[in-house]
């Protein structure tokens, strides 16, 4: 069974960090593209970040320069590093694995606000 569990989601002011994890069990994350999804409410949800087996990265115009996806493997883990947070980057955090068959968490809110 697939399992994907989020964390690192909180409350932060504007121009902070936060660390997104996802663990990841009964799947090896190695072999495929992994990437972290946003959705704001009243919004669509969207790619913020996604990186391919081989370690290329794609990021959304708006993460590019704040925002570093990374994964390590021995741990099947997916993280998000986000800088310089802004309160536009509020929004439900998810993570995602696999292109044609796809796996998802259950999501992390990250709050960006004085």
């Known amino acids: 069974q697939v399992q994907l569990v989020e964390s690192g989601g909180g409350l932060v002011q504007p121009g902070g960090s936060l660390r997104l994890s996802c663990v990841t069990s009964g799947i090896t994350i190695s072999f495929l593209t992994v990437g972290w999804y946003r959705q704001a409410p009243g919004k669509q949800r969207e790619l913020v970040a996604s990186?391919?087996?081989?370690?290329?990265?794609n990021y959304a115009d708006s993460a590019k320069g704040r925002f570093t996806i990374s994964t390590d493997n021995a741990k099947n883990t997916v993280y998000l590093q986000m800088n310089s947070l802004i309160p536009e980057d509020t929004a439900v955090y998810y993570c995602?694995?696999?292109?044609?068959?796809?796996?998802w968490g259950q999501g992390t809110q990250v709050t960006v606000s004085s």
């Open positions: 995602k694995v696999g292109l044609v068959k796809q796996y």
């Open positions: 990186i391919t087996p081989v370690g290329s990265t």
